[in-house]
C-alpha cells in the first residue's frame, strides 16, 4: 500500500517484504556536533557513503559526498567549510551550502558540476542528516532530542536493530501514527520512536544510524542496554515493522540521471 501498511487481514511483516532498503529514508542523528570541527570536514562512514561533515563558523554544519566533483580528491582531508562555501584542498574550486560550484579556480564555473550536499541540522547536541533521494527536502525537521552519549557498532539492519533496543527495553507491539510509533513499558514508562532511527523512554534514548549495509552505530545517552543487538526473527513485534515499512521509500520523485551532449544539455537544463 502507498503509506507502507500492510493491506486488512494481510500479515505483511510475518512473510516480509523479499528486500528492505538499506538505508531507511529520514532523519539520523549522524554525529556529536561537540566532535565536529568548526570550518574544517571531517571524515564520516553513513548510509554506505564516505562523507565528510562539518561546522559552520555560524554554529551549522554540513554533510557532503567526500568525493570532490572536479578530480575526486577527498574533501574529508583537508577541505575547508566557512559560511558560505565549501572548498576543496587539490585545486580550491568552491561550492555553495547548497552544491553549487561557484569557483572553479581560475577557471569559468562549468554548468552541471554540483557537490551532493545532505539537509544537515544541528540539534540536541547531534548533527543530523536526511537521508533520502538526492535533492530531496525533509519534510519537517529532526527530532527534538538530545543526542549524545555512547556509541557503539552492531551488524544488522537498521529496523532489526531498533526492534532489538526496544524488546530490551520491554516494549510490547502497537500500531505506529504517522511518523510516530508509541509503546507502553511494564515500568509505566511509554516509549517513542520517532522517524526511523530515534527511540525515547522517560528521558532514556537511543539513536541508530545506518553506517553501510550490514552495520548499524548505536549511539545512547542512557538506554542502559549493553547488550545491544539486532533481532532478526520478522515475527518479532510485527506491529512496529509494519510501521517501519513507511521509511523504506522515497516520496520525492527520482531525478532524471544527467545526459551529456547538446541534447543531453538542453534537457538538463530544462
Ligand atoms: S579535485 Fe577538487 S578542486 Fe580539483
Given at each position: 500500500m502507498a503509506d507502507g501498511s500492510s493491506p486488512p487481514g494481510v500479515p505483511a511483516v510475518a512473510d516480509g517484504p523479499a528486500h528492505r532498503p538499506p538505508f531507511p529514508v529520514g532523519w539520523f542523528a549522524v554525529a556529536d556536533a561537540a566532535a565536529v570541527p568548526e570550518g574544517a570536514l571531517v571524515p564520516l562512514a553513513a548510509f554506505g557513503q564516505d562523507l565528510a561533515v562539518g561546522r559552520t563558523p555560524s554554529g551549522g554544519a554540513l554533510v557532503v559526498h567526500a568525493t570532490c566533483p572536479h578530480l575526486g580528491a577527498d574533501l574529508a582531508a583537508g577541505g575547508r567549510i566557512d559560511d558560505d562555501r565549501v572548498v576543496c584542498p587539490l585545486h580550491e574550486w568552491c561550492f555553495s551550502h547548497g552544491g553549487a560550484c561557484t569557483s572553479a579556480a581560475?577557471?569559468?564555473?562549468p554548468d552541471g558540476v554540483e557537490l551532493r550536499v545532505w539537509p544537515t541540522e544541528v540539534a540536541g547536541g547531534a548533527v543530523w542528516a536526511f537521508h533520502g533521494r538526492s535533492g530531496e527536502q525533509p519534510p519537517g525537521p529532526p527530532p527534538a532530542a538530545p543526542a549524545g552519549g555512547s556509541q557503539v557498532e552492531v551488524a544488522g539492519h537498521p529496523e532489526d536493530v531498533l526492534v532489538g533496543v526496544l524488546v530490551g527495553l520491554g516494549a510490547g507491539d502497537a500500531a505506529g501514527d504517522g511518523d510516530a510509533w508509541s509503546s507502553r513499558l511494564a515500568d509505566g514508562d511509554v516509549v517513542r520512536v520517532h522517524g526511523p532511527g530515534t527511540v525515547e523512554a522517560g528521558g532514556r534514548r537511543a539513536f541508530v544510524t545506518?553506517?553501510?549495509g550490514f552495520t548499524v552505530a548505536v549511539r545512547a545517552t542512557s538506554?542502559?542496554?549493553p547488550e545491544w543487538r539486532a533481532e532478526p526473527d520478522r515475527s518479532v513485534l510485527p506491529g512496529f515493522r509494519d510501521w517501519y515499512r513507511r521509511f523504506d521509500r522515497s516520496s520525492a520523485p527520482a531525478r532524471r540521471?544527467?545526459?551529456s551532449g547538446r541534447r543531453g544539455r538542453e534537457r538538463n537544463r530544462g
Amino acid at each position: 500500500m502507498a503509506d507502507g501498511s500492510s493491506p486488512p487481514g494481510v500479515p505483511a511483516v510475518a512473510d516480509g517484504p523479499a528486500h528492505r532498503p538499506p538505508f531507511p529514508v529520514g532523519w539520523f542523528a549522524v554525529a556529536d556536533a561537540a566532535a565536529v570541527p568548526e570550518g574544517a570536514l571531517v571524515p564520516l562512514a553513513a548510509f554506505g557513503q564516505d562523507l565528510a561533515v562539518g561546522r559552520t563558523p555560524s554554529g551549522g554544519a554540513l554533510v557532503v559526498h567526500a568525493t570532490c566533483p572536479h578530480l575526486g580528491a577527498d574533501l574529508a582531508a583537508g577541505g575547508r567549510i566557512d559560511d558560505d562555501r565549501v572548498v576543496c584542498p587539490l585545486h580550491e574550486w568552491c561550492f555553495s551550502h547548497g552544491g553549487a560550484c561557484t569557483s572553479a579556480a581560475d577557471g569559468p564555473v562549468p554548468d552541471g558540476v554540483e557537490l551532493r550536499v545532505w539537509p544537515t541540522e544541528v540539534a540536541g547536541g547531534a548533527v543530523w542528516a536526511f537521508h533520502g533521494r538526492s535533492g530531496e527536502q525533509p519534510p519537517g525537521p529532526p527530532p527534538a532530542a538530545p543526542a549524545g552519549g555512547s556509541q557503539v557498532e552492531v551488524a544488522g539492519h537498521p529496523e532489526d536493530v531498533l526492534v532489538g533496543v526496544l524488546v530490551g527495553l520491554g516494549a510490547g507491539d502497537a500500531a505506529g501514527d504517522g511518523d510516530a510509533w508509541s509503546s507502553r513499558l511494564a515500568d509505566g514508562d511509554v516509549v517513542r520512536v520517532h522517524g526511523p532511527g530515534t527511540v525515547e523512554a522517560g528521558g532514556r534514548r537511543a539513536f541508530v544510524t545506518p553506517v553501510d549495509g550490514f552495520t548499524v552505530a548505536v549511539r545512547a545517552t542512557s538506554v542502559a542496554d549493553p547488550e545491544w543487538r539486532a533481532e532478526p526473527d520478522r515475527s518479532v513485534l510485527p506491529g512496529f515493522r509494519d510501521w517501519y515499512r513507511r521509511f523504506d521509500r522515497s516520496s520525492a520523485p527520482a531525478r532524471r540521471p544527467a545526459r551529456s551532449g547538446r541534447r543531453g544539455r538542453e534537457r538538463n537544463r530544462g
